[in-house]
């Protein structure tokens, strides 16, 4: 196959990480996210937004994690053993994003990914692009960049610790 055609076929498709939170399977464009990290746990930051489930320590620089499972108003986990944490960068700032396992890197074609319905858009729900269908099952595709706002970016840009 020429570089060509193996160009025609990368736009003709999208790859996602997928990820799952209340069993349910979510996925965003690969290039969305810098890493993949085990939960290690976070530190707590008083008076931080309900959904910020503190700050950790990713080689030496201190991030804000947002848990996404609080950020959709879901109901907390008892156990966050098998959580993930996805590190993107917004303007610059590495966060965390907090869900409950992540799965597997998909490349899907892209006519398999629907736009919502406009009877589902909200206010909110600019950040789903829409719902991808892998053999029975559908994933909900988010960008994670409009979940993870530069407005919501500057509520945990608070977080970092001040030095005098």
Do not use: C
């Not at 937004?49 to 950790?56: A, D, E, Q, R, S």
């Not at 398999?112 to 692009?129: G, H, K, R």
Request: hydrophobic letters at 40%.
């Amino acid at each position: 196959m020429s570089s060509i055609e193996n160009q025609k076929v990368s736009r003709e498709e999208i790859q996602m990480l997928t990820f799952a939170l209340d069993n349910v399977s979510y996925g965003v464009n690969v290039h969305q996210v810098r890493e993949v990290k085990n939960f290690e746990g976070v530190t707590p930051v008083p008076y931080s937004p309900k959904y910020v489930k503190g700050v950790t320590n990713l080689r030496g620089e201190v991030i804000p994690v947002i848990d996404l499972r609080k950020r959709f108003g879901m109901a907390d986990k008892k156990s966050a053993e098998d959580a993930g944490i996805m590190v993107i960068v917004q303007d610059k700032h590495p966060i965390g994003v907090m869900v409950d396992s992540v799965m597997d890197v998909l490349t899907l074609p892209k006519k398999d990914i629907e736009s919502s319905p406009d009877s589902l858009n909200t206010d909110q729900s600019d950040a789903v692009l829409g719902v991808a269908k892998h053999d029975k099952d559908l994933i909900i595709m988010l960008d994670l960049m409009k979940i993870v706002s530069k407005t919501e970016l500057e509520n945990t840009n608070g977080l970092q610790i001040q030095t005098q």
